[in-house]
């Protein structure tokens, strides 16, 4: 249950908006991993070597204050958040597309 609010919460972050699928497929599907390690790990040492690990792969996603500070991310608030973030999200969607059919000829 614990693996299950981490995930929710990471994925309800204005950082998840940030993160590539690279991110996601290296960094976040790992760490949930960790955290089901950690939470399962039948001696202190187990939980403390996934603890480290966590705590490596949370700071390059960003979810922490001075992890964010380091990344320069900002959270921005109120109104102006949600359309930057909902904006970025519009733009990853549209991102599949061949980026050469925005060139045109002059």
């Not at 614990?2 to 690279?22: F, I, K």
């Not at 790990?41 to 949370?58: C, F, P, S, V, Y």
């Amino acid at each position: 249950m614990r693996v299950v609010a981490w995930w929710q919460a990471a994925w309800r972050s204005p950082m998840a908006s940030e993160w590539l699928d690279a991110d996601v497929l290296g960094l976040v599907y790992r760490t949930a991993e960790l955290q089901q390690d950690f939470w399962t790990a039948g001696d202190a040492q187990g939980r403390l070597a996934a603890d480290t690990r966590i705590a490596k792969n949370e700071e390059k996603l960003g979810l922490s204050p001075i992890d964010r500070r380091r990344l320069q991310w900002e959270i921005e608030k109120g109104d102006q958040a949600e359309e930057r973030t909902a904006s970025r999200r519009q733009r990853k969607q549209v991102s599949g597309k061949d980026p050469r059919e925005v060139l045109k000829v002059v």
